[in-house]
């Protein structure tokens, strides 16, 4: 591992880098709110990030899911996406939690790092975390939504 990657790989170096590119992506997608959770394997837990300011008064601390269960972690586990067009039609766990957020509708895509060699290939990818973006404001989300996202 080189010093960028132990860099990258420091939570809270994740988030700054993150930021400003989801703030760009949901206003790409056009959606209300983004949440992060990212991985803490050590404790088999995906834990909330607000990147961008949308749960302001949320005790973010709180918002956790397993890395076994629920859209969190299989979008986690697998690497691929998942729509769920009404949440209130969802019974997993972790989908409650969002809906208890004001979740209607949501988007879920791996957060995944890229190690890249002197000539840009690809030499390893780990996922650090699963992106939620929640409540398309117009449609439904698509696979183009999904394309944008991951």
């Known amino acids: 591992m080189t ?3 132990a860099q990258f790989l420091d939570r809270e170096k994740q988030v700054r880098a993150v930021r400003s590119l989801i703030v760009r992506a949901a206003n790409l997608t056009q959606v209300e709110k983004v949440l992060l959770l990212l991985a803490q394997r050590g404790e088999g837990r995906l834990v909330a990030i607000d990147p961008s300011g949308d749960f302001r008064g949320v005790d973010i601390q709180k918002i956790q899911a397993p890395m076994w ?4 972690g299989e979008v986690y586990r697998t690497g691929r996406s998942q ?3 009404e949440t209130t ?11 208890g957020l004001g979740a209607r509708n949501l988007l879920a895509v791996p957060i995944v790092y890229r190690k890249r060699d002197a000539e840009g290939d690809i030499v390893s990818e780990t996922t650090i975390g699963v992106l939620h973006a929640l409540n398309k404001r117009q449609g439904a989300f698509d696979s183009h939504d999904q394309q944008i996202l991951y």
């Open 83 to 85: 729509i769920v067009a």
């Open 89 to 99: 039609d969802d019974p997993r766990q972790d989908v409650a939690m969002l809906r």
């Open 69 to 72: 269960q629920g859209v969190s």
């Open 3 to 5: 010093d960028f990657d």
